[in-house]
Each structure stands twice: as C-alpha cells, then as structure tokens.
C-alpha cells in the first residue's frame, strides 16, 4: 500500500495436477496439467473516482503419460495475456457512471514437453467494454443505462493460416439493482444484441440476467 489512494497487488499461482485412472482400460488418458499465472492488480480509490486495471499472463500444459506408444492423445498447451479494467466515477451523490474493458489474447498448440517446444494450432482475441450511468432511486433501488460491445475473434496458425470466425455485437443494456435491510439483493441486467458473424450473418438477441439472494 503506497497511499490511502493507492495499492498493488502482486498475485502468482503454480498448480500441479496428476490424473490418473484406476482402470487401465482408461489408463491412456493419464495426464500432468500445470497451471502458472501471474497477475498484478493496482487499485485507485478517490472519493469520487475508482479504477482497478490488472494485467494476467498465464500459461497451461498438459502432457499426457503415455503419449509416446499412443498414437491417439497429444500433449497441448494453452497461452494467455489479458488486461482488465474497471472505472467509477460519482458524478453526483445519486449517479455514477462505471465501464468495463476485457481484452485477452490466447493461443492453443500441440506441445513437446521433453524439448519444451510447441506448434501453435490457434488463437483467440477477445474484447468485451461496456458503459453504464446508474441512478440510485432511493436507499433499495438502483436503475443504469448503457451500451455493451463484444468482439472475438479466432484464427488457424501455422501454414494455413485462416480466419476462423469473427463475431462482433453492440447493443443497449438496462441494470436494475435492490437492496433490502435484511440483506437480501436482487440484480437484473438485460442486453439487446446486434450481433454480425463472419459471412455477413446479423441477428438479433434478448439476454436476460437474474440474480437474487434472499436472508430470511
């Protein structure tokens, strides 16, 4: 902590799984998976104006016992960066404004353990931001207006190189929060998505998000 306004957060993980299957008839699918990350996280606090961006690097292996005399299951990696971020801002004592950023770049390849070498098969870029003013109603109740954005898309590597899809949607979304005295929460979220796929397909979708929490 460096201020009453301004924290770091230095976050690492290393797991070690072994799955192994008491039947043998299953036996070929024994495997090893480590999971490395590391995420630094900084936190913004003002009276009026809050942020948390973070940054993960993260790295997945799987490496499968008898991959050497079965020809059927290969050993595969998984590769990760992404940034996060959040940001609030209290324009008065009764509205805020608050945005969301997402951005994550990942990779899929077959992995050679031994050498600690991979041939990377595909990749993935994700972005999801969104934007919403809330208005708190009264001490319970609690309404926002936004708009959210989401694009992904996934790509082969390697020689033939190609486009997978590309999925991109916008669209307007409406929040509606309670909080009751006994601790009890309800949350809704709804979003009308635009959406457009690779090929010129456009659709139309409802999302519709519950969530509750009742304190008897």
Known sequence: QFSNHLTLDLIGEYHLNHLVFI???????????RILKFSPVVHINYKKFAMEPSIEVLANYTVYDFEDIN??????????ISYKDSLRVNIT????LKTRLLYRYF???????????????????????????????????????????????QQNLGVNS????????????????AYFLSGSMLNITGWYEFRKSHGGVQREIPNIYLNTSVKF
Do not use: C, H
């Not at 039947?23 to 998976?33: D, G, H, P, Q, T």
């Not at 949607?169 to 929040?175: D, E, K, L, N, R």
């Open 162 to 177: 190609s486009l997978i899809m590309n999925q991109e949607s916008i669209g307007p979304q409406i929040a509606i929060s």
């Open 71 to 80: 020809p059927n299951v290969r050993s595969f990696s998984f590769r990760q």
């Open 107 to 153: 990779e899929r390849g077959i992995l050679y353990w031994d050498s600690f070498k991979e041939t990377p098969q595909s990749s993935n870029r994700e972005l999801l931001t969104d934007l919403l003013l809330l208005d708190q109603v009264d001490e319970v109740f609690q309404i926002g207006l936004g708009i959210k954005y989401y694009n992904l898309n």
């Open 23 to 33: 039947k043998s008839a299953r036996s070929a699918l024994n495997n090893k998976n």
């Open 93 to 96: 004592n009764k509205l805020k």
